[in-house]
């Protein structure tokens, strides 16, 4: 890492909202749902499909998480109304876990109900790691009941994330297989970049192997090509599997995969809490120390 960009994370804190949201504006769909929409209608003119994410996560007050409910059926709505190729994603905090498993339970079941009558699919984001049990038992438990129309996500930097994926795959869980972003310690996680795409790839192969659907969640050239190659030689078709970017990020590459053949979802997250995933992202990603040097210097 460069000086500047260890100085523009170390700094972080104080650089103005509105430079952070000039910045973030290409990986932020916008605060408002319409704002969300218009994105994904251009994503999928671009033949990309979409997953819709309503921005916040940690949910403390258990009528925010009904108001936060609330709006992820509205997402839901638009998608049907507007003919779109998307999905949704959401995050157990957001929908009550911190406060109470059973309200995020009822909350995420709710979701799933209203999903299922549009025909729809829920992805179930995974947090840090201090939700990752009660994560997979939601899962577990709304698998039980009969509901088929979500998806789980594994992070490879995690060390038990082996035992989850052959454990899951026997049970026809549906995947996102990402490396994490969560600042773990070095006794549940892998710290090494190596360590973490091999043990990616190694992921993959068992989910693929073992038949699951896959959204492989990366912008690593490194696991792209392995993946690319990987398909290859299990000779899949590319119904069975999809790519997955954040919006805003390796677009060349991105468009690449799709000139390739190969299907690629799109990450649109869009909401009033914009401020917190784009200071994380930014942080995650110190190459925008650049960026944001345009921002403040370059009008």
Same mark, same amino acid.
């Given at each position: 890492?460069?000086? +500047? ?37 251009? +994503? ?171 959204? /492989? ?28 970017? +954040? ?44 960026? /944001? ?7």
């Amino acid at each position: 890492m460069s000086l +500047l960009n260890k100085f523009v994370v170390t700094a972080m804190p104080l650089i103005p909202k509105a430079i952070v949201g000039r910045v973030a504006s290409r990986y932020i769909a916008g605060t408002t749902l319409n704002q969300g929409v218009q994105t994904v209608k251009r +994503l999928n003119q671009a033949r990309m499909m979409c997953t819709m994410d309503l921005l916040g996560e940690d949910v403390k007050d258990a009528s925010e998480t009904h108001q936060v409910r609330d709006n992820i059926l509205s997402i839901l709505q638009a998608i049907g109304q507007n003919q779109l190729n998307s999905n949704v994603s959401i995050k157990p905090t957001q929908l009550g876990l911190s406060i109470d498993p059973e309200l995020c339970f009822q909350s995420i079941r709710t979701i799933l109900d209203e999903a299922r009558r549009l025909g729809n699919f829920v992805r179930i984001d995974m947090e840090d790691a201090t939700t990752t049990d009660a994560t997979i038992a939601i899962y577990r438990r709304l698998r039980a009941d009969g509901y088929s129309n979500m998806g789980v996500v594994i992070q490879a930097y995690l060390h038990r994330s082996e035992a989850d994926v052959r454990a899951l795959v026997k049970e026809g869980a549906n995947f996102r297989l990402c490396k994490g972003i969560y600042n773990e310690s070095p006794s549940i996680a892998f710290k090494d970049r190596q360590e973490i795409r091999n043990n990616y790839l190694k992921l993959l192969q068992i989910i693929l192997e073992g038949g699951s659907y896959v959204g /492989i969640a990366t912008h690593d050239d490194f696991l792209i090509d392995g993946a690319i190659t990987l398909l290859k030689k299990l000779e899949l078709e590319p119904a069975q599997y999809e790519f997955q970017m +954040l919006l805003g990020v390796r677009e060349s590459r991105r468009d690449q995969i799709v000139r390739d053949g190969h299907r690629l979802r799109v990450y649109v997250p869009y909401g009033e809490q914009w401020y917190a995933y784009s200071t994380r992202r930014l942080k995650e990603n110190p190459a925008m120390a650049w960026y /944001i040097t345009k921002a403040i210097f370059i009008r």
